[in-house]
């Protein structure tokens, strides 16, 4: 959360998204570490750090979860039409030259946005985009409007 926290949109970040929310055990899919809910769509993100030993698994551990939590929110969104569309975002902290295309070749299957927190300009449409969602979602509780359910 110091990411958030330094770029100041930590109010509008939760941690751990789980099958919870959903009614679903927490067995179902892996945790996903942050997610923004908003009124139409919820961010649903997950940090990659390049700096680690494990980073190739740790690529191959976030497709396998986005992949899973697509297939799970795709189905209940059959269910209910009025549920926020999920973004899938890896963002790579830390990264070396070259490390975020490597991160979006592993999960351009789970057609996940890839962000690198490194260059200027994917950062700051990054932070952008969470606080737009974020505030997307007060604006629904300063309506007194019922939230969008997950």
């Known amino acids: 959360m110091a990411f958030f926290t330094t ?44 700096a680690r030993d494990d980073f190739r698994e740790e690529i191959g551990r976030v497709s396998t979860s ?19 569309d999920p973004r899938f975002i890896a963002y790579v902290i830390n990264g070396r030259q070259g490390e975020a295309s490597t991160v979006r070749s592993v999960l351009k299957e789970a057609r996940a946005d890839v962000i690198d927190v490194e260059i200027p ?23 007194d409007q019922e939230e969008f359910p997950l």
Not at 11 to 40: C, E, M
Not at 70 to 83: F, G, Y
Not at 122 to 134: A, C, K, P, S
């Open 66 to 84: 986005f992949l899973a939590w697509r297939q799970l929110l795709d189905n209940r969104k059959e269910a209910s039409r009025n549920r926020p």
């Open 7 to 50: 770029w100041k949109v930590a109010r509008y970040v939760k941690p751990n998204f789980s099958g919870s929310n959903l009614g679903l055990s927490h067995d179902t899919a892996f945790q996903i570490s942050h997610w923004v809910p908003g009124k139409s769509e919820v961010l649903l993100m997950e940090p990659v750090i390049a």
């Open 121 to 143: 300009t994917e950062r700051d449409r990054f932070i952008h985009q969470i606080r737009v969602v974020g505030e997307s979602r007060e604006e629904l509780k300063n309506q």
